[in-house]
Antibody, heavy 118, light 112 residues
Framework: EVQLVESGGGLIQPGRSLRLSCKGFEFTFGDYAMSWFRQAPGKGLEWVSFIANKAYSETTEYAASVKGRFTISRDDSKSIAYLQMNSLKTEDTAVYYC?????????WGQGTLVTVSS | DVVMTQSPLSLPVTLGQPAAISCRPSQSLVHSDGNTYLNWFQQRPGQSPRRLIYMASNRDSGVPDRFSGSGSGTDFTLKISRVEAEDVGVYYCMQATHWPVTFGGGTKVEIK
């Protein structure tokens, strides 16, 4: 069964950095684009970032709210996608979900909570 | 950015009765490749989102056939033919035709 498992969340002070990881199981990781979404407490869903697979040159896209601060990457040999988050702000507080695909994300992880607070 | 206007905000439904959620994007969702990248997600309390419908009208494997998606261009609808207790949660539409990907604000389905 396809599974995505996120890790790396936690409590972090504003201005600091954090790296999230998403490991995929039971599918050929390198065949798929991977994305990150987030959901602030009690709020709706927001797309954060996307990385294409090698066939599409690992092209990346970012939401305006995180562009220049967040970097998405992938290591297909380990079946892991990463989200490097720098210069964190209190408004980045959310559950971060990793998904397979972006045009129609079919599998979602359980999410990892990032709390940015002093 | 494409604004996804979803309604209603809240939808109290009697068990066994139908329900419908509307999603109206601010521009057409027909991609240059001919596809319409409109998805519907269900988020039950305390759970991750689950995709129900992709490309406007294709039901995901394992999704009960009481769920259906329809529409085109700038007018889309998710219908539940007979609401069951397990359908309680928040439903979101999402477009991925245009960057950035954007969501509707969500519709909370509850049992009357």
């Amino acid at each position: 069964e396809v599974q995505l498992v996120e890790s790396g969340g936690g409590l972090i002070q504003p201005g600091r950095s954090l790296r999230l990881s998403c490991k995929g199981f039971e599918f050929t990781f390198g065949d798929y684009a991977m994305s990150w979404f987030r959901q602030a407490p009690g709020k709706g869903l927001e797309w954060v970032s996307f990385i294409a697979n090698k066939a599409y040159s690992e092209t990346t896209e970012y939401a305006a709210s995180v562009k220049g601060r967040f970097t998405i990457s992938r290591d297909d040999s380990k079946s892991i996608a990463y989200l490097q988050m720098n210069s964190l702000k209190t408004e980045d507080t959310a559950v971060y979900y990793c998904t397979r695909g972006v045009r129609g994300p079919d599998y979602w992880g359980q999410g990892t909570l990032v709390t940015v607070s002093s | 950015d494409v604004v996804m206007t979803q309604s209603p905000l809240s939808l109290p439904v009697t068990l066994g009765q139908p329900a419908a959620i509307s999603c109206r994007p601010s521009q057409s969702l027909v991609h240059s490749d001919g596809n319409t990248y409109l998805n519907w997600f269900q988020q039950r309390p305390g759970q991750s989102p689950r995709r129900l419908i992709y490309m406007a009208s294709n039901r995901d494997s394992g999704v009960p056939d009481r769920f259906s998606g329809s529409g085109s261009g700038t007018d889309f609808t998710l219908k539940i033919s007979r609401v069951e207790a397990e359908d309680v949660g928040v439903y979101y539409c999402m477009q991925a035709t245009h960057w950035p990907v954007t969501f509707g604000g969500g519709t909370k389905v509850e049992i009357k």
